[in-house]
């Protein structure tokens, strides 16, 4: 399949789970056992398919990545959010294979440190923002502080905020916020796409499950996940809330199922080469005198 086939195909899919507009967004609207198109009456593919496919995504995404790099007038931000063994790990590995490590850096985000809380909360991230004509990757990001520190209010408590600026509207604030830090970045050249993995309780713990039973997976898991999970009403209000207090033109959301491995990747990899192909990527083009240069110097080279 050529390049641009493979990129119409991106663009279809990617549509089915972009969220630009989260007024009525509802999380339970949304089925994490979804596999788009295969779900219409078609089997969904064999492994060796599913590989090929995505195989190709890939191939795509790396020139596209490459043109990116050689221009350095654009950048690409991935935001990646979710519930634990949603994912994003296996996400970011397999879609992100073939990339060449010189243009794509990931950042994960775990609890702040001294140093983070004694600064704004977009800080932390907004450092390690993207430059140009590089991807980055925030495998968890300053959305933490509109879900787990929502749902866990003593975490507010220790970021030492001043008492008056802590009202009843500080998830509408925050949310205000990062709207409007998004859309400093897109009016800068960097395109912010970002991923809420929309996983099943179910299969959220069939995935603990098997962390548990494989010694190879033992060191996933940790207990405080487990815990977590006793909280999962309140996740799910708060990235609702998110969604619908942040989804944008700019700065759109995509609600990708994750309950099937195989199809989070392929719908990941889809927004990310639909995203690249929004732009005019090309490699860098010369100037007359530029290339004439060029010529003289392979006249040098070739007369040797």
């Known amino acids: 399949m050529g390049s641009k086939e493979i990129i119409e195909r991106a663009r279809r899919l990617a549509s089915q789970h972009i969220v630009r507009d989260g007024t009525n967004f509802c999380v339970n609207a949304h089925d994490p056992r979804d596999i788009g198109p295969f779900a219409n009456g078609e089997a969904a593919p064999h492994r060796e398919e599913t590989r090929a496919t995505l195989s190709d995504g890939v ?6 990545q490459d043109m990116l790099y050689a221009q ?11 519930m634990d063994a949603a994912g994003k790990d296996g996400v970011i590995k397999h879609v992100m294979s073939g990339v060449n ?19 704004d909360f977009l ?27 929502r749902v866990h209010p ?24 990062i709207r409007k830090y998004e859309r400093y970045m897109a009016r800068n050249g960097t395109i912010v796409r970002k991923f809420f993995l929309n996983v099943s309780r179910e299969e ?14 033992n060191w996933k898991f940790s207990a405080a996940d ?13 990235y609702e809330e998110m969604i619908r207090g942040t989804a944008s033109d700019h700065a759109p959301w995509f609600v990708i199922p994750a309950d099937n491995k195989w199809y ?36 040098r080279l070739v007369s040797e």
């Not at 490590?101 to 600064?119: I, N, R, T, W």
């Not at 959220?204 to 997976?217: G, M, N, S, W, Y």
């Not at 487990?226 to 708060?238: I, K, L, Q």
Request: some cysteine.
């Open 101 to 119: 490590p010189q243009g794509c850096e990931v950042h994960s985000f775990k609890a702040p440190s001294a140093e983070e809380l004694d600064h």
């Open 154 to 177: 003593e975490f507010l408590r220790k970021q030492q905020l001043p008492e008056a600026v802590v009202s009843k509207e500080i998830w509408d604030e925050r949310f205000q916020d």
């Open 204 to 217: 959220q713990k069939k995935r603990f499950l098997e962390r548990i039973d494989d010694p190879a997976k």
């Open 264 to 299: 989070t990747r392929l719908a990941v990899a889809s927004v990310i080469i639909d995203a690249l192909a929004s732009v005019d990527l090309h490699y860098p083009r010369l100037d007359d005198v530029a290339l004439g240069r060029l010529a003289e110097s392979r006249a």
């Open 123 to 149: 800080w932390r991230c907004s450092r390690l923002a993207p430059r140009r004509g590089m991807i980055g990757i925030f495998n968890r990001s300053y959305y933490e502080e509109v879900l787990v520190v």
């Open 59 to 64: 191939r795509v995404l790396t020139e596209m």
């Open 226 to 238: 487990v815990a977590e999970r006793a909280h999962w009403d309140a996740y799910m209000s708060a």
């Open 72 to 82: 350095d007038r654009w950048s690409l931000l991935l935001i990646f959010q979710a």
